[in-house]
């Protein structure tokens, strides 16, 4: 690209996409949200540490109930619980208000940075096309994980945190068995995990280079469709290496998870019998155990996202500096 023609470009970017293209994609976040993230982080905070109080009062309840307590009693805690959820569903509720404007104050800043460059860019067809495909596809995925970028693996991981030293305290023995029975997915979720990602990132890739491919057979009508065959093939192969991986990964972690439920049955209740535990504290660790289950499944959800949409990022970011040096080095070596 010459002088001239970045200098049509430049001028038109968004100065966060400028500034943050050496920092990716969590320079983006902290360069055009760093003052929003900061009460995203507080609300992020209060729910996850409100996550253990219904468990509290659910073992409360069930504890009274069974020791013939007032009725009076049950119907405080009843109302207690019903407080605690109101009030963490409505941080919640706020909290995910919150990043969804974040988020789509991230895609208009993209989507005005894709404009302004195709609009700078009259005569290349390539970069319009996909500019094109970037402004509809692309940039969603990418808005929609910067609103969540820093607050989602801090909710996940504080529940976690929260709900595993809460079952601990219930009962230390019972805690160490079913962390122990946690364990195995710290192994294989990662390794399975990293092996969709490197997938996913070469079907990002393939699928520019497809699109690119789509607007060079309009402009040479010579040429002919089999290498967007051979590629849509690959797209499949992906796709189904990507789905057996994750529906296998997802068998593998149903089955821990009614592990720890089964140890929690059998070994609580041989606790109960011996008088050693309350039955509340059964149904709380239960509970707590089955609540383990979607921040982990969250957290594994946002390490995939995370590794798909810095690579959609880069891709946007280098094509709102440099429009034609954004298409696919394979379009280029052959067009």
């Excluded at 207690?80 to 941080?91: C, E, K, T």
């Excluded at 509809?136 to 996940?156: R, T």
């Excluded at 079913?178 to 990293?194: D, E, K």
């Amino acid at each position: 690209m010459t002088a001239a023609a970045k200098a049509d470009v430049e001028p038109s970017q968004p100065p966060a996409v400028a500034e943050s293209r050496a920092g990716g994609l969590f320079g983006y976040v902290l360069t055009t949200s760093w003052v929003h993230q900061l009460p995203l982080l507080a609300l992020t905070v209060a729910v996850f540490l409100l996550e253990i109080v219904p468990l509290e009062l659910q073992r409360r309840v069930v504890n009274d109930a069974v020791k013939h307590r007032p009725y009076g009693t049950l119907l405080l805690l009843g109302a207690a619980y019903a407080g605690a959820v109101m009030l963490q569903g409505s941080m919640k509720l706020g909290l995910n208000i919150y990043r969804a404007w974040v988020g789509e104050r991230a895609k208009r800043d993209l989507r005005r940075g894709i404009s302004a460059v195709a609009g700078a860019r009259p005569r290349a067809p390539v970069a319009q096309g996909t500019a094109v495909s970037m402004m509809v596809a692309e940039v969603e995925p990418v808005g929609n994980f910067i609103g969540a970028a820093v607050s989602e693996p801090l909710l996940q991981v504080g529940i976690l945190a929260t709900v595993i030293t809460y079952v601990i305290h219930i009962d230390r023995f019972m805690g160490a068995v079913a962390v122990a029975l946690f364990l195995p997915q710290m192994v294989f979720v990662p390794l399975m995990q990293h092996a969709m990602n490197r997938r996913t990132r070469a079907r990002v890739w393939l699928l520019r280079e497809l699109g690119a491919g789509l607007i060079a057979r309009d402009r040479s009508r010579a040429r002919r469709g089999a290498g967007d065959l051979s590629g849509i093939d690959r797209v499949f192969g992906l796709d189904m290496r990507i789905f057996e991986l994750k529906f296998t990964m997802n068998f593998l972690m149903n089955l821990c998870t009614h592990a720890q439920i089964i140890m929690a049955l059998l070994l609580g209740g041989w606790r109960v019998l011996a008088g050693d535990l309350e039955i509340g504290g059964v149904v709380a660790f239960i509970a707590g155990i089955a609540r383990l289950t979607d921040p982990w499944g969250d957290l594994v959800n946002y390490y995939r996202d995370l590794s798909v949409n810095s690579v959609k990022f880069k891709l946007l970011a280098a094509a709102i500096h440099d429009p034609v040096a954004a298409t696919p080095a394979a379009y280029q070596q052959r067009y």
